[in-house]
Every structure is written in structure tokens, then in C-alpha cells.
């Protein structure tokens, strides 16, 4: 029996901001796999927006909002949701701190 690829849904913020957030044996994401406990990074991927605190990681600079952006830390991806006001809706692999707004 094989088992499905996780997918995780569309992360939305507070002020607006979105991005996908994914990780799995075919992400960009450490480790690559689709059942690890805890990920170190993920594949952010089309932010509806530019972010400043992701830039770095961006693969087609050309196109901040319409492309991914491999291997981003976790730690990098809570900061980016605590200062865009938290999560109003979506999910996120294991290891990403999910800020919840009110």
C-alpha cells in the first residue's frame, strides 16, 4: 500500500499575507521525507507578496511571488507568520510554530 504525499494547506495571515508551506520526500525540505517527526526547513512556495525576511532563500528573484523558495528554517517561517500577525487559517508541516491570531 502506498502512502499519499502530505500536502499542507495555504498559510494566511493576519495583515493578508500568504504563502504555501510544504515538506515531504519531493519538497525542498530537510529532511526529505513525508513522515518525519519535526522538519529543520521547508519549501516555502508563492508568497502572494514579497517578504523581505525570505529573500535569500528565493529561487527566481525575477519573480518573488511566483516561485519557492527551498530550504527555509523553520525558525525563519515562524518569525515571518509571528510578524505578518499570526495564522487566521491554513496548516503547516511538523516544526513550524503556528502563531494563531485572535
Known sequence: MSRERPFYQRIVCKSGFSMSVQ?????YS??????????????IGFPNRVEPLIEKYCEDERDPTGTVYPYVPVWLVTT???KHGGVVSG???PGV??????
Open 80 to 82: 515571518v507568520i509571528a
Open 91 to 93: 496548516t503547516a508541516p
Open 97 to 102: 510554530v503556528m502563531l494563531v491570531s485572535d
Open 23 to 27: 515538506a515531504s520526500a519531493y519538497s
Open 30 to 43: 530537510y529532511p526529505q521525507s513525508d513522515t518525519a517527526e519535526v522538519y529543520e526547513s521547508v519549501e
